[in-house]
């Protein structure tokens, strides 16, 4: 480490108003109770938890942060899964419950080796094996014997899951299966924990029967040696190397060179190959198939939400402890004004601040739908009610919630991580719930009911009262969503456009129905019995005031798609820019620490300068900067000198 300042820097203070100062006048204008709403977000269950791990896991030295911004990726990926490694122990030390596990993650604040383990992996495996797979693998998984991966996307295929080229060819003669990757291609590729980590992968592969392809099935296989952690015969493995972020993860691609595995290793409790007629059984569901993924794209819409929240709160104390310029109409004697006070930084970051509010509520209302959904398959599997086809676009239109659930969870992942791909997945999914309205076969979900309301009224018009009315609101994104869903029909059964010619239509329908998704969550959770009851009416007043911030400015960004289908007139757009957002942006800027206060986020979790709970920014980076070990460095800076630093041994010459 290098030396510390001498006595005079460290005598020496920021100049005034001190950080701790602004942050205290911050929390004292506003009367948010930030333990109730951070009881309401959270759970006091999960608070306390969080302050109790949080104790062990400061108390280890193996995770300490103090480096975290000046190692490289190969110290970074090792001091990565020791930390793994410790984190496990833990769990078995202290009998952590899988949310306790959860949520030392969370405080660690960065993916581990073990990462695609605890997760993909052995959700696959509790949800999709047999009792006789569960003893094979995922006994010995949930002990950490065996360590595993989930390998889907391949270097050429991501979201198109039907476009794998990786097979899994099925050998009547000794019941086996060969896994076979048979283009460059076919690699899978940025599977986390693969890298360097994992010893077995579930493996998405085509699977052919008799020279038939029966689409992508899950196998396990075991790709690197139990004792020697070197990678099995035929199997060629690696880690990708280093990205922009996620550093601590060993992402990896897999090639396979007919590799045989045994029967027993595809995963089979919804579909299989039979030993003895060498026959392909068709799953008892294949909508539980989807209910992996589903979970998965659930819980990315909330980490999105909790993810975001760190960034608004480091954002938000940082914005109200930096001063910028005067305020040119304060005065002469002004001080510098709080850069949380321009406008145009508070139209930047509330709006962000109201959206961590609404990821949180959405991807709630989603693991609801999810666990109900789960529920309702497991029971019609189980009295033998469910006899259809594969995949989401085969199911009955609107009849069922998977489908509601499958297309909403598409979307809403694509919305909270900005990823596209499959957001198109939502647009396949309207089209067809359009149909079967028009066909007089719509249900009573909420897709359904949305375009018939639309088809009900389209003569008549919207006449929404988006400035006063907060239900008025939700049915104009709703009423957009709907009119965009006719408009693509319309060219695509009318007009007979090709599905290529309608890709951005279709982004465009995706991004608008994950949004209406949203607002729609959103506003159900600040009218539920649940906050009106336990928040006082000064918070509960202010949720609804961050649901109009976020509902009313994602209207004005998308404002050309709401006045066109006509939800609103040009006069309510116009209100709403100039009038409806400046005022929220007033009345929410004065409790703007108190709401990110409320997600407890401690500092040690942050690990940021900025973002300090005591508003401390200007002295911790300093003592970061003191501390770089760069500082240890005596650099040669003369060009004719052949060594670059001073205290390195001088270079022999030949």
């Given amino acids: 480490m290098p030396s510390p300042p001498p006595a005079w820097v460290q005598a020496l203070k920021p100049a005034g108003p001190q950080g701790s100062e602004l942050l205290a006048q911050e929390r004292a204008q506003s009367n948010v109770d930030v333990d109730k709403l951070a009881e309401l977000l959270h759970t006091k269950e999960a608070l306390d938890r969080q302050q109790h791990i949080l104790s062990i896991l400061e108390s280890e030295k193996v995770f300490d942060k103090s480096e975290n911004y000046t190692l490289g990726r190969t110290e970074k990926i090792q001091r990565a899964l020791g930390k793994a490694k410790r984190l496990q122990q833990l769990a078995v030390q202290h009998k952590w419950s899988q949310d306790d596990y959860y949520m030392a993650n969370d405080l660690l604040s960065e993916p581990t080796p073990y990462g695609l383990h605890a997760s993909m992996f052995l959700v696959t495996l509790r949800e999709q094996t047999t009792p006789e797979q569960k003893k094979l693998f995922l006994e010995p998984a949930a002990k950490y014997e065996i360590i595993g991966c989930y390998a889907q996307t391949e270097l050429g295929h991501g979201s198109n899951v039907r476009g794998l080229e990786t097979t899994a060819t099925w050998n009547p003669d000794d019941k086996t299966f060969t896994m076979h990757s ?52 035929n199997v060629y493995v690696g880690d990708i190397g280093p990205k922009f972020g996620y550093n601590t993860m060993d992402n990896g691609f897999l090639l396979f060179n007919k590799v045989k595995i045994p029967h027993v290793n595809m995963l089979a409790r919804f579909s299989r ?149 499959e957001g198109l997945e939502v647009a396949r999914y309207l089209l067809k719930s359009a149909r079967a309205v028009l066909a007089g076969k719509g249900t009573n979900n909420d897709t359904s009911q949305i375009l018939q309301t639309y088809l009900s009224r389209r003569e008549k018009g919207a006449s929404f009262d988006i400035l006063e009315e907060d239900k008025d609101i939700v049915a104009a994104f709703a009423w957009r969503t709907a009119h965009l869903t006719f408009e693509a029909l319309k060219r695509r059964d009318v007009e007979k456009r090709s599905w290529n010619s309608l890709l951005v239509d279709f982004w465009r329908l995706s991004t608008a129905h994950s949004q209406y998704l949203v607002v729609k969550n959103f506003y159900e959770a600040v009218t539920s019995p649940q906050l009106t009851s336990e928040l006082d009416p000064e ?58 206060d409320a997600w407890k986020f401690p500092d040690w979790q942050l690990d940021s300068s900025l973002g300090r709970y005591d508003g401390e920014v200007y002295p911790d980076l300093f003592r970061r900067a003191c501390q770089n070990p760069v500082n240890d460095l005596v650099f040669d800076p003369y060009p004719w000198n052949e060594n670059v630093l001073k205290n390195s041994a001088p270079k022999s010459k030949l």
């Fill in 273 to 421: 190959v039979d030993k003895e007629t060498n026959k392909y059984m068709r799953p008892a569901s294949h909508s539980l198939l989807y209910g992996t993924m589903t979970w998965v794209r659930s819980n990315i819409v909330l980490q999105a939400g909790s993810v975001l929240a760190r960034g608004v709160t480091i954002a938000t104390r940082y914005c109200a402890v930096r001063r910028q310029f005067q305020d040119r109409d304060g005065g002469k004697d002004a001080g510098e004004n709080q850069v949380l006070n321009y406008k145009m930084v508070q139209v930047r970051l509330l709006p962000l601040l109201a959206s961590m509010y609404a990821l949180h509520f959405t991807g709630r209302g989603m693991m609801r739908l999810y666990e109900e959904n789960q529920k309702r398959m497991k029971g019609a599997v189980e009295a033998g009610q469910d006899k259809r086809g594969a995949g989401p676009e085969q199911l009955r239109a609107g009849a069922d919630l998977l489908a509601d659930l499958h297309a909403t969870s598409c979307g809403l992942k694509a919305l909270a991580s900005t990823t596209a791909g």
């Fill in 182 to 233: 048979p283009t460059l291609t076919a690699s899978k590729w940025w599977i986390g924990s693969l890298g360097r980590t994992a010893n077995h992968a579930v493996v998405m592969a085509q699977l052919y029967v008799g020279g038939k392809n029966y689409g992508p099935h899950p196998f396990v296989v075991q790709i690197r040696d139990m004792q020697t952690h070197q990678p099995l015969e």
């Fill in 539 to 596: 918070t509960l007043s202010l949720m609804h005031k961050l649901f109009r911030l976020y509902a009313l400015h994602t209207l004005e960004r998308e404002a050309g798609e709401f006045f066109s289908s006509s939800a609103v007139t040009t006069r309510q757009i116009s209100l709403a820019q100039s009038n409806a957002v400046m005022k929220l942006l007033d009345e929410i800027r004065p409790h703007a620490v108190r709401l990110v």
